[in-house]
């Protein structure tokens, strides 16, 4: 069974850091692109940020660039996102998905999501 | 910001049929991208419904089933059931001049009435 779980959310300041794990199981991790795509508040679904399955290639919204850092260990099997001077508008559930193949751009498998507050 | 429009809300009595569209354009849908579809119950994470426009995932009831066409995609519903009340998104990828990027749509409630 796919399980990815999500962990590292919490309330933090703007501009401060913070820094999301998750933790994949029930598949092999390292085949596969993995990515984070991020829900606000009340609000609809906007995909954050990509990596390719040997950590070569990362992809990020254009929201988040040159903000936010993916990574992924693939000994681990787990996938990181690395936040840096975070903004109030940052403040949403994240969600680890899986990619669903090599040739398909969706994702068919997803973590229950961590929340991450952003606010003085 | 959504490149994908979607109606905000569509409604139907049990047993109906309900349709959810999904606007793109040249960048996305229109440039032969895949559109797919996924479900959100309240407090839960998305679930994919549809895969390339119109291929039902294993355990997916055939009464959802999607379609696409020029520069718009669409969900349609079957025999609408209580459990299908939820949130639904679609989903595509954009390429453009400034850059590429996965898309998601507005979000459409459906209530089973």
């Known amino acids: 069974e796919v399980q990815l779980v999500e962990s590292g959310g919490g309330l933090v300041q703007p501009g401060r850091s913070l820094r999301l794990s998750c933790a994949a199981s029930?598949?092999?991790?390292?085949?596969?692109?993995m990515h984070w795509v991020r829900q606000a508040p009340g609000k609809g679904l906007e995909w954050v940020s990509g990596i390719n399955w040997n950590g070569a290639k990362m992809h990020y919204a254009d929201s988040v660039k040159g903000r936010f850092t993916i990574s992924r260990d693939n000994a681990k099997n787990s996938l990181y996102l690395q936040m840096n001077s975070l903004r109030g508008e940052d403040t949403a559930l994240y969600y680890c998905?899986?990619?669903?193949?090599?040739?398909?751009?969706?994702?068919?498998?997803w973590g229950q999501g961590v929340l991450v507050t952003v606010s003085s | 910001q959504s490149v994908l429009t979607q109606p905000p809300s569509v409604s139907g009595a049990p047993g109906q049929r309900v349709t959810i569209s999904c606007t793109g354009s040249n960048s996305n849908i229109g440039a032969g991208y895949d559109v797919h579809w996924y479900k959100q119950l309240p407090g839960a994470a998305p679930q994919l419904l549809i895969s390339?426009?119109?291929n039902r995932p294993s355990g997916v009831p055939d009464r959802f089933s999607g379609s696409k066409s020029g520069t718009s995609a669409s969900l349609a519903i079957t025999g609408l059931q209580a459990e299908d009340e939820a949130d639904y998104y679609c989903q595509s990828y954009d390429s453009s001049l400034s850059g590429s990027s996965y898309v998601f749509g507005t979000g459409t409630k459906v209530t089973v009435l």
């Open positions: 029930g598949f092999a991790f390292a085949d596969y692109s």
């Open positions: 390339g426009n119109s």
């Open positions: 998905a899986k990619s669903a193949g090599t040739t398909t751009l969706n994702f068919d498998y």
